[in-house]
Every structure is written in C-alpha cells, then in structure tokens.
C-alpha cells in the first residue's frame, strides 16, 4: 500500500534563510509524487510533481524537490525564504492502480519570520 | 476555461438535515474526486469516479453519496448531516485515469454540522 510521511507538521524559519520540509513515501511501485500548498483560507496549488523523468524536480516559486528512491524521500527545498511563502504544504503520493488517487500526508504548516 | 467550480462556498447544516455540494468542470476530464479536509489529517478521499456513470469508494465514503451523471458534473450528497462531517471539501479533476497527471482543486466548500 501507498503511503506518505510528512516528517514535521510546523517549520518556523526567518525570511532569506533556505526552507527544508521533508517527506518519507511507501509505495509498492514506482510512483508519482507532488507537493502542493495551501495558503490561508485557500484552495490547493501544484507546486511541482516528480513522473519517474529528472530526479531534481523544479517547481513554481523557486522550489524544488529531489527524488530519492534509496532513501525513499522527496523533500521540498527553497534557498531563500519570502513572507508570501508562509503557508500550508502537502507531500502526495499517488494511490495505485488505474483510479489516480492521490494520498496526502498530514502536512506541514511552514511559519516564515521577518 | 473556468476550471473546477464548486458551490456553496460556505454552508451551516443541523444535524439530520440533508444536502447536496455541486462541483463541475469544463475540462473534459474523465476522473473527478471528492476530498476532505480535516485539521492534521491532510486531505482524504470520499468517492471518486473515473467516467460518467461510474463511481467508487474512497478512504471514507460513509454518509456521503455521489453520481456521475455527465462528464462535467459530480455532486456530493450528505444526506443525513452529523457533526462529524464538519469539514472543508475539496472536489478535483484530473485529465486521464492514470496517476501522472496533477490533480485540478476546486476553491472548497467550508461546511459546519450543528
């Protein structure tokens, strides 16, 4: 079975340090793997999604995230963090078989200080 | 395109009452799911449907119920509200059956069980 572990629910970092948000995956398969963020009060948006092509995988905002088979990890990195980037952020595993469910881990609420 | 569309954005509900949540896209997509969110449990999904007149069960279908009538449109019936579904409600889309394509959120329906 497909599962994802966001490793922790609250990152707290001050504006222009680098962001780290990990996340651990189980799948019996090779899967797809995305992170999405939600801000305040708001609908969920693709940040960038790994389909089996690059490893380093580039997304909107200047994040990016590295597939990690070996280690079975997709963390979600940023060099330098902004206010805006204050939000909620999602590691989704796909479900498995035909239906295109994604799995969502519990989240990580990343706090952005001035 | 208007994308994925819900309605109402917000709804308070006693218990026992009953009611249905609309979500519709103009995409053409054949996979339409429903999703909930809870605070520190990520999303879960409901039900999804992978085509008009096919629907299914997801992690935690119990008082929900769904039909796919038309490739556009995939209601979300509660119909005994509890409290326990006091919940925000995502509906989403996706272009293929597979799991290589990102999921289309719609804004969410926020709704409260009294």
């Known amino acids: 079975a497909q599962s994802v572990t966001q490793l922790d629910s609250h990152v707290s970092v001050s504006e222009g340090t680098p962001v780290l948000l990990r996340c651990n995956y189980s799948?019996?398969?090779?899967?797809?793997l995305f992170w999405y963020v939600q801000h305040p009060n708001k609908g969920l948006q693709l940040l960038l999604k790994?389909?089996?092509?690059?490893?380093l995988v580039k997304g909107i905002n200047g994040f990016e995230a590295e597939f990690k088979k070996s280690e079975t990890s997709f963390h979600l990195t940023k060099p330098s963090a902004h206010m805006s980037d204050a939000a909620e952020y999602f590691c989704?595993?796909?479900?498995?078989?035909?239906?295109?469910?994604?799995?969502f881990g519990k989240g990580t609420k990343l706090s952005v200080k001035p | 395109n208007a994308g994925v569309t819900q309605t109402p954005k917000f709804q308070v509900l006693k218990t026992g009452q009953s009611m249905t949540l609309q979500c519709a896209q103009d995409?053409?997509?054949?996979?339409m799911s429903w999703y909930r969110q809870d605070p520190g449990m990520g999303l879960r999904l409901i039900h999804y449907?992978?085509?008009?007149?096919?629907?299914d069960q997801g992690e935690v279908p119990n008082g929900y119920n769904v039909s796919r009538s038309t490739t556009e449109d995939f209601p979300l019936r509660l119909l005994s509200a509890a409290p326990s579904q006091t919940s925000v409600y995502f509906c989403?889309?996706?272009?293929?059956?597979?799991?290589?394509?990102?999921?289309?959120f719609g804004p969410g329906t926020r709704l409260t069980v009294t």
């Open positions: 989403a889309s996706t272009p293929n059956r597979g799991y290589s394509y990102e999921q289309y």
């Open positions: 799948s019996s398969y090779s899967p797809s």
């Open positions: 790994y389909t089996s092509a690059a490893t």
């Open positions: 989704v595993v796909t479900g498995g078989g035909s239906q295109g469910n994604l799995i």
């Open positions: 995409m053409n997509h054949e996979y």
């Open positions: 449907s992978v085509g008009a007149g096919i629907t």
